[in-house]
């Protein structure tokens, strides 16, 4: 599935393509359908699952539309609301972007700064807000701007809305914009009091859940092979002898490891194909047709290509190199185990790569299950006692803390060590099913 069909602008794409993102992630391609045809939404997801893009793609879309066939001044006509400035000021950011090659103007305010900025960029004319409820409302008694126009509401992060003690100045807003709206309502979680809002500020929604990560990674069976790295391909041979292994999500460091994956499989008469940013869009989708309908087992992907791979029933990824990025093992292994089935996580670490393994372990907070009796098994020095147990567990879920790292981290938001920079306050998780009520 790409953004092109789902139906998105050309000039939404070109920004899309600046962006780099060339496939939907799991909540863009539940919602964007559903908003870009005027429903309400109820979206229960974290911020770091694309989430943003998810609303502010249709109502970019919906408003240029629009503005084809009317010629109004410029009005506020979408509100988005959001708990704290460093997230409003994150969706402005992603508005700005997404918007760049559209005549559609966006502003944000927020409070803890003066507001003489914010006011004279509302005088100028805006079609989207992105606010904080509290200086929202602050302008609006000092008669600065008017909500009668808004026709498209956000409600962001809506548990952390109430959690912060902005329950009534969220349903005093909601009761100046317009009845007639489309309302997207987003939470991390849907406690009682989160639907009670939700039922009031909602039309028959359609509802989208995206399952948190975490939760599938129990269900996956790990397991680990210290091999020396010029063997790597020959176990994955080995490996892929054995039919359990039916569809396989090889991830590579490199788009140039990923060919060379492909083309050594090939020598040894395993169809594979692979699929990175080097590699054309057709190319890529006829690489993932070839996948979904089982005429080829494997698929060799890196991680930026492989985040929309959406493919229901993998039934193993292997882990070729380990990510430098502790919080991408729980991307990866997490696309096997979708829709609540457990699948197979098997990885591939070589000496070099000593350090990568104890930093994921920390992170997942249990040592990987390794698999000594390979012929290509061998000891690696400065690993903790690793167990071959089958059953080795987790000591506990991850902790907040970690949780928050598990986002859609962009190429940009990683640093030169490789950790993520501007994670601030994201959660996590990134698969999804979807229940629609
Ligand atoms: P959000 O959940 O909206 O905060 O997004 C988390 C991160 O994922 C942000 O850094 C986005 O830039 C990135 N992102 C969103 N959609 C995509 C996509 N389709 N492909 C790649 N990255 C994305």
Do not use: W
């Not at 997404?98 to 004319?125: A, P």
């Not at 939470?187 to 975490?214: F, G, K, Q």
């Amino acid at each position: 599935m790409t953004f092109k069909e789902l139906n998105i602008i050309e000039p939404i794409l070109k920004a899309l393509k600046t962006k780099e993102y060339s496939i939907p992630t799991p909540i863009q391609y539940e919602s964007i359908p559903i908003l870009l045809q005027g429903k309400d939404i109820l979206g229960s997801a974290q911020t770091g699952t694309g989430k943003t893009a998810a609303f502010a793609i249709p109502i970019l879309q919906n408003i240029h539309l629009e503005k084809q066939h009317q010629s109004s001044k410029r009005t506020i006509k979408t509100l988005v609301l959001a708990p704290t400035r460093e997230l409003a000021i994150q969706i402005h950011d992603n508005f700005l972007e997404y918007g760049r090659f559209l005549d559609i103007r966006t502003t944000v305010i927020y409070g803890g700064v003066s507001q003489v900025k914010q006011v004279s960029n509302l005088k100028r004319g805006v079609d989207i807000l992105v606010a904080t409820p509290g200086r929202l409302l602050d302008l609006i008694q000092q008669g600065k701007l008017t909500l009668s126009n808004v026709s498209y509401l956000v409600l962001d992060e809506a548990d952390r809305m109430l959690d912060m003690g902005f329950v009534r100045d969220v349903k005093k807003i909601v009761a100046m914009v317009k009845t007639e709206r489309q309302t997207m309502f987003f939470s991390a979680t849907l406690p009682n009091t989160i639907m009670s809002l939700a039922n009031e500020m909602l039309t028959d929604p359609v509802r989208v859940m995206v399952t948190p990560e975490e939760e599938m990674v129990d269900k996956i069976r790990q397991s680990i092979y210290f091999v020396e790295k010029k063997k790597k391909i020959k176990l994955l041979v080995e490996l892929l002898q054995s039919k359990d292994l039916k569809s396989v999500l090889v991830f590579s460091r490199t788009k140039h490891g990923a060919n060379k994956i492909v083309q050594q499989l090939d020598e040894f008469g395993i169809g594979a194909r692979a699929i990175h940013g080097n590699k054309s869009q057709s190319a890529r989708q006829k690489a993932l047709a070839l996948f979904k309908t089982r005429k080829i087992r494997v698929l060799v992907a890196t991680d930026i290509a492989a985040r929309g791979i959406d493919v229901d029933e993998l039934s193993h990824v292997v882990n070729f190199d380990l990510p430098e990025v502790p919080e991408t093992y729980i991307h990866r292994i997490g696309r096997t185990g979708r829709a609540g089935l457990g699948g197979y996580a098997i990885s591939f670490c070589s000496q070099d790569q000593a350090d990568l393994l104890k930093d994921i372990q920390k992170h997942i907070q249990m040592n990987i299950p390794v698999i000594k009796d390979s012929v290509f098994s061998i000891e690696l020095k400065n690993i903790p006692n690793n167990s071959n147990s089958k059953n080795a567990k987790r000591k506990n879920k991850p902790n907040n803390k970690s949780k928050q790292k598990h986002t859609y981290s962009h190429k940009k938001s990683k640093s030169k060590s490789g950790k993520p920079k501007n994670l601030s306050n994201k959660d996590s998780n990134n698969n999804s099913y979807k229940s629609k009520a």
